[in-house]
């Protein structure tokens, strides 16, 4: 006993079926953008293969040492000031 009938597919597309399309990823890394093939959440970039396309990128703060530092590499001449010391 069938209880289904089967779809006809007119031009490769299943009759009655209504045609839509996933939502378009951009990765946050690369700036690559890419429709997905299935509805599942994608591992990883399309492009530059980031497991973390969905995540910014996480800024480093320089502590003043490390700015100095590279300052001084760079050949800047840099100035620092010592902290006043109260009570001397």
Not at 12 to 37: D, I, M, S
Not at 73 to 78: D, P, R, S, W
């Amino acid at each position: 006993m069938r209880l289904h009938r089967k779809r006809k597919k007119v031009d490769g597309v299943v009759a009655g079926a209504q045609p839509f399309r996933l939502p378009t990823l951009k990765c946050r890394r690369c700036g690559h953008e890419w429709h997905p093939k299935t509805n599942r959440r994608p591992v990883r970039c399309a492009k530059c293969k980031s497991p973390y396309w969905d995540r910014e990128r996480e800024k480093v703060v320089e502590t003043e040492r490390q700015q100095v530092e590279a300052a001084e590499n760079e050949g800047l001449a840099v100035e620092t000031v010592e902290p006043i010391k109260e009570g001397v």
